[in-house]
């Protein structure tokens, strides 16, 4: 199972937020590693980042796999809203 992802890089612009994503807004809220709507450093983002990894290292003895990603889809969607 892993996070279905439909890159529409709105967590990617609205990372005001969350102050865990200081360090990669580039200063008005968008990643700074935004490309259109692609992580132009995928394949070695931030832990932080990825959401099946973070739910491995943090959460995986507090909640379910299914709970985080619900919990996931729901901020996902409220983000969509903000467009």
Not at 18 to 29: A, F, K, Q, V
Not at 36 to 44: A, E, F, K, P, V
Not at 58 to 79: A, D, G, V, W
């Amino acid at each position: 199972m892993m996070f279905e992802c439909d890159k529409c890089g709105n967590c990617c612009r609205n990372l005001k937020m969350s102050e865990l994503y200081n360090d990669l807004d580039r200063g008005d809220g968008i990643c700074r590693y935004l490309v259109g709507n692609l992580c132009s450093i995928y394949d070695n983002r931030p832990l932080k980042c990825n959401i099946d990894k973070s739910y491995d290292e943090f959460f995986s003895e507090t909640m379910s796999r299914e709970k985080f990603y619900e919990e996931n889809y729901k901020i996902c969607e409220k983000l969509k809203g903000r467009k």
